[in-house]
Every structure is written in C-alpha cells, then in structure tokens.
C-alpha cells in the first residue's frame, strides 16, 4: 500500500487497473450521491441519459459525422502546409517566412474569423481554413521544434555517406522523424477537436457537436450539454489512441 503514495514508484499493470477502475467507481457514485433529492446543480445519470436519447433521435450521428469530417479535412490540409515551412525551415531565404507563421498562433480566433468572413462566405469553407489557419501556426511551430532538435550528430553521419545538403534533408529531417511527425500530429490534434466546437457554435450554419452544444445551451438543456461533452471527450480519446497505436505499430523503434 506504501508503494502507491510513493513518488515515481513502479507499479504493475494490473495494480493501475485497480486504480483506474477505483477512481471511476468513486466519481460515479459522488455524481449519484450529488445529484439526488429535487435540487442540484449538476445534472443526474438519469437526465443524461435522457439528454442522449434526445440528441440520438434529432440525428446525432450526422452530426457526429459532419465534426470528424470537418475535422480530419482541416488537419489535413493544416498537416501540407506546415510541412512545408517545417522543411523549408533550413533554407535560409525562407527561414524567415516560417518563424513568422509560428508568432501567428498569439492572434486571436475572433480577429481571424473577422478577415475570412470577408474573403470566404460558405460557412462550411468557413470553418474549414479558420481551422486550417489556426492549427498551422501551431503545427509549424512544433515541427521546426522537431527539426532543431535533431543531434548534429545525424546530419554529420549523413554527410560521412557522402550525401549531399538536399540528401541530408530528405534522409535526416523528413524521414528520420515521420515518427515524431505522427506524436506531434497526435499532440495537436487535441487543439483542433478542442477548438472545432468552438467554431462550430460559432458558425452554426454547417451544423456539427458545436451547433448541438449552442443549441442546448439555448434552451438551458444541462443534461444535453452534459452528454455531448461525454461524446466529445471520448471521440476526442479514441482518436488520440488510434493515432497513438499507428505511431507505434508501424514505428515500433519509437517505443523504445
């Protein structure tokens, strides 16, 4: 039992499942406990589960679909442009050009959507590159941090093999860290599907979880909000998981 209040002690897998299994138990039971006689704040199991039979029968699932579609098309072309200024990053003309980007992520959302609203009017458009913008100063700023970290070390063992300065950017720089590449995709994935509701209860038009948050929100709907939450932290959990066994199952050097 000491071993548990220790700090950095090693434990077996199974005593974390214990764990983890125990601390569950104990929220459920204070959120029971919490929530019962006429009056409480936050609302009952019950009511949740009523909230997801209504949010179940108004279409979920095709809203659901409309945020993981959102999300996976603005990662992706967010994932193409900053590659581009992380790989460019050597090159001393365009160093500059993606150092700038990278003080891009102190801008504020709202001032962005400001500027996009007036070139861009489809709302789903809209979303998609107030998105793309917002992850490629973070993704860019990630992976330079990927690329300057790299040991001289490997650049100079690329040269002893007679490689020459583009050589040394493609073997070293692009694919020597696809791997790391994978983690901070993983890492910044979180900030999009984070921020995905935000822009979609900002711009409610296209639909989306953010549409059916601002929508409960409304009408005071606590137990709605309260599932959606649930539904989009274990979305949010499962695809960082998946990302996570990918990196690992095909990179399995980077477990070591």
């Known amino acids: 039992m000491k071993q548990l209040f220790t700090p950095f002690e090693q434990i077996s897998k199974s005593k974390k499942t214990i764990i983890l299994v125990a601390w569950i138990i104990l929220i459920l039971a204070l959120w029971f406990v919490g929530t019962m006689g006429q009056k409480h704040l936050f609302p009952s199991p019950t009511q949740v589960l009523d909230g997801f039979t ?131 995709i993983r890492q910044n994935l979180a900030i999009t599907w984070m921020m995905l509701v935000t822009v979609e209860s900002t711009l409610a038009a296209a639909g989306g979880l953010g549409f059916l948050i601002k929508n409960s929100d409304k009408f005071s709907n606590h137990s709605r909000i309260i599932a959606l939450q649930i539904i989009i932290l274990l979305i949010g959990l499962g695809l960082d998981f998946g990302i996570n066994f990918l990196r690992k199952s095909v990179f399995r050097y980077s477990k070591i």
């Open 54 to 184: 209504q949010l179940f029968n108004e279409g979920l699932v095709v809203h659901i679909f409309n945020s993981l579609k959102l999300c996976f098309l603005s990662i992706f072309i967010a994932i193409i442009i900053s590659m581009f200024f992380a790989y460019t990053w050597p090159i001393p003309l365009l160093k500059p050009i993606s150092e700038l980007i990278t003080k891009f992520r102190f801008l504020p959302l709202a001032g962005l959507t400001l500027y996009i609203t007036l070139v861009i009017h489809e709302a789903r458009n809209m979303q998609i590159w107030i998105l793309v913008i917002f992850l490629t100063t973070f993704l860019t700023t990630s992976l330079i941090s990927v690329v300057s970290s790299i040991p001289q070390e490997e650049f100079d063992h690329a040269k002893t093999l007679k490689c020459n300065r583009w050589e040394v950017l493609w073997q070293v720089v692009i694919l020597g860290r696809i791997d790391y590449v994978i983690d901070v």
